[in-house]
C-alpha cells in the first residue's frame, strides 16, 4: 500500500515537472511577442456584484488615459489598450483572470480591482510573475513588507489614511462617544482600526463595534441597540450597496436625529445611488470629488475630458483613480523609455505627478501613492444639478506624517 | 439591556418578518398546487421593486405603483406559466427548476440591460417618512405600514381561497386534480391563475421592500435563499405555515442580531436545520409532497 503510494508520487511529481515545462515554454516565447505592437494593460475590477457601479466608472475613466495616451503618440510607436476583466469581487476568480491576463493575453502591467481582498489575489499573482500591479482600490495591507514587492503599487487612498482623516475631522467637532457598524471582512476591519487608532490620540471610546456579513440587506435589526448606547458618532464602516443600505435604513430609524453619522469613505456613486434622503447630513472621506475643480485645475482639466467622452457626466473617484492609475504606468513607460518591468517600476518611483487632484508621488519604502483627503458631506438642499451632491467640508493636505511608518510596515529601508 | 430594547427588537423582527412572509406565500402557493419549485420567485420579488421604483418616479404616487405592480408582476408570471412553465407539467419536479433558475437569470440580465446594474434609487414615500412612538420607543412609520399591509394581503388571500367559489376549486385542485378534471373543471385555468397570483404577490413584495433597502438586479438573490428556508421551516404548501415561519425567521433573526450579531445570518439556518431534523415535513407541511 505504502509502496504504491510512493511510486504514484513519483509518477505524479514527473508529471507535473513536465507540465510546467510545458507551461513555461510559451510564456518564454511571450516575452517576446509582448514587444510586438501593443502595450496591454490588464484591468480586473467586478462589474458585477455589489461595488459594480464603481467598477464601470473606473473603467469609463481608465479608457480616458489610454485614448489620452495614443492620441499623444503612444510610445515608440506602441499604442496602448485596456483589457478589461470582470472579477466577480471573488478573490479566487480575480487570482484566476489575472493569470489569464497575464499568462494567455500577455498583459504588460496590471491596473485596478477594487476591494481590500481582491487586490491582495490579484498582487500575489503578479508579484510571482513579476508584472507591475498598480492597485486603485483602497487596502492597508498590500504595501506593508509581506505582500509588497518591487512591483506592487498602490494608487488608492488606505484605511489608515482615509479613517484617520476622517476622525480628524469629526471626533472634535461632534463628539468622542463612538459606535461602529462595520461589514465583517478586510475593508471594514481596516476602517475601524484606522478610526481608533486616530481616535485614541483624540480621546474617542468606542461603545461598540458591531459587525455585520458583507452584502447584509438589512440593518434594522442592529439599529434599536444602537439607538439604545446613545452615541455621539455613529460610523459605518462598510462601502458600496451596504453603505446604501445602512444609510437608509438608519435615516429610517431616525438615528441622525441625536447621533452624527459618518462614513470613512464617502463615495460619489453611493450617493447617486441612496438617493439624497438616505445620506442627508452624512460626513465622510473621499479620493476625489469633482467639485474641487473651482480650487484645481488638473481636477476641472480632468472633468472636462471626461463630461466630452461621456456626455457630460462626471467622474467618480473611484473612477478617477482608474484615470490615474493606468496614466501613471503609461507615463513612467514613456519616463523609462521601455516596458520592462523594473525599468517602469524605477520611473513610477521617481515619478511625480498631478493628473487630477494636485500633486502625488510613490513613497519609495511602499509606493503608498502621498496624496490629499477630501472631507465631504451629503447635500439634500440646493443642488445645482444631479451631478451636485456634496459639500467638499476640508482637504486634509498630503502628508507622510499621517501615514504609518515605513518601520512600522515592516519595510527595513526607507528608500 | 432594557426591556424596551428588546420590544423594540421584536417589531424590527417582525417587520423583517413580514416580508419572507410575504415572499414564502407565493412560494408555497406554487409549490402547494403546482409541485413547482419556483426559483425564479427572487427574481419576480426584484422586478416588482424595479417596476415599481420606476413607475413612482414617473407618477410620483407610491399607491399609484402599489396597484400597478401585482397587475404587471401578475401578468409576466401569467405569460411564464402559460408559455415556458406549462410544457414541463408531469415531467417530475426538476424540470420547472431547472427552468425557473434559469428564467432567474434572464430576469436579472434583462433589468441589468433596462435599468443599468447600479439599480434605482429609493427614498420612503412622504406620506410614510419619519418614525413614531410606540411607547417602548421610536419605530420607523414604513415598517408599521409594512406589517399592516401585509397583514391586509395574507388576510385577503384567505378570504379568496377559503370563502370564494373560485378558492373552492383551487383547493379542490390542490386535493386531487384529476377528480377536478372530471368534474369539467379545466385544471390548466386554476394552475394558470395560482402561478400568476404567486407573482403578483412577489412583486408586490419587492414594490413594499423597496423603499427599506436598494434597489438593484441581485437583491432577490439572497431574499430567495432565506424565503426557500421560512418555506422549508413552515412546511411546503402551507399558507398558515409561510405566515407563521416567515415571522418566525424575521424574529430569530433580530434576537440573534441583538445578542450575538455575528451569528444573525446563519442563525436561520440552524432554525431550519432544527426543525427538519424534528419535523421534517416543517410545521404545517404534508408529509410525502416531494416524493
Redesign the interface.
Known sequence: MTLSTTTFNANRRAIIVGGAAVAVAPALLGVARAQSSTIKIGFPVP????F??EA?DQVRAAEIAIKEFNESGGFNGMKAELLVRDDKLNPGEAATRTLELIEKDKVNFVVGSLSAATQLSINAVCRDRKIIFNSISQSDAINEAKDWSLYTFHEALNPHLTAGAVARYAFPKFGKKIVYLTA?YAYGHEMVRGFQRAGQALGAQTLAD????L????Y??????I??LKPDVLVLCNFG?DL??AA??VT???LKANTKVIAPVLLY?AR???????FEGILGGTSYYWGMEDKIPAAKAFNDKFRKAYGGSVPSDYGALGYAGVRSVLQAVRDAKSVDSVKVSIALRQLRYNWYKGEQFYRKCDHQSIQSVVIVESKSKNMKDKYDVFNVLSVEAPDEKNLRSCEEMGHKIST | ??F??FL??LM??I??GAVYALLAIGLSLIFGMLTVVNFAHGAFFMVGAFFGVYAMGLTGSFWFSLVLVPIATGALGLVCERFLVRPLYGRGIDYPLLLTFGLSYVLIEAMRIIFG???L????PAELK??VNLGF????L??LFLIAATAVIVLGLWLFIEKTRYGLIIRAGSRDPEIVKVLGIDISKVWLLVFGIGTAIAGLSGLLAA????V?P??GI??LAESFVVTVVGGMGSLPGAVIAGLLVGIV??MT??FA??Y??MSIFVLMAVVLLIRPQGFFGKAGLMS
Do not use: C
Open positions: 462589474l458585477t456584484g455589489a459594480s457601479a464601470q465583517d458591531i459587525r455585520h456579513p452584502g447584509a440587506a438589512d434594522s435589526a442592529f439599529l434599536p441597540r439607538q439604545s450597496r446604501v443600505n437608509k435604513q429610517d430609524f431616525g456613486t447617486q445611488a441612496g438617493g439624497a434622503d438616505a | 439591556m432594557t424596551e430594547l423594540l427588537q424590527t423582527g417587520a423583517l446594474i447600479e439599480g434609487p429609493t427614498s420612503t419619519g418614525s420607543g421610536y419605530f420607523p414604513y415598517r423603499p427599506t433597502r436598494a438593484n441581485e437583491m439572497p431574499i433573526f433580530a442580531s441583538l450579531p455575528e444573525a445570518e
